[in-house]
């Protein structure tokens, strides 16, 4: 059993930042790939940022420069700052992880419970 328990997140104003953290805790044999979603009502959800095992990071063309995803591999945990917020930034945050639970399984995706993210004046 893996749980992803994630914080941070709340309302800011445009301009202002925000982090979120998220922490992967139980059957944890290995972790992988670390990464960062985001989903409004109505829109598919999309990638934020992505960190691999090694510390190769990606982000949406929308958020590089104003984000920064950074990873503790040895704590699972992983980390979104989020600077310069906008209204279009206004979402619900998922985190995921790709977790081997047993060194005879393979890599499967789990998903945290969401954080919203609310940019308003």
């Known amino acids: 059993q893996v749980q992803l328990v994630e914080s941070g997140g709340g309302l800011v104003q445009p301009g202002g930042s925000l982090s979120l953290s998220c922490a992967a805790s139980?059957?944890?044999?290995?972790?992988?790939?670390m990464g960062w979603y985001r989903q409004t009502p109505g829109k598919q959800r999309e990638l934020v940022a992505r960190i691999t095992s090694g510390g190769s990071r990606n982000y949406a063309d929308s958020v590089k420069g104003r984000f920064t995803i950074s990873g503790d591999n040895a704590k699972n945990t992983v980390y979104l700052q989020m600077n310069d917020l906008k209204p279009e930034d206004t979402a619900v945050y998922l985190c995921?992880?790709?977790?081997?639970?047993?060194?005879?399984?393979?890599?499967?995706?789990?998903w945290g419970q969401g954080a919203q993210a609310t940019v308003s004046s």
């Open positions: 139980g059957s944890i044999f290995s972790s992988y790939a």
């Open positions: 995921n992880f790709g977790i081997r639970i047993g060194i005879r399984d393979g890599v499967s995706e789990y």
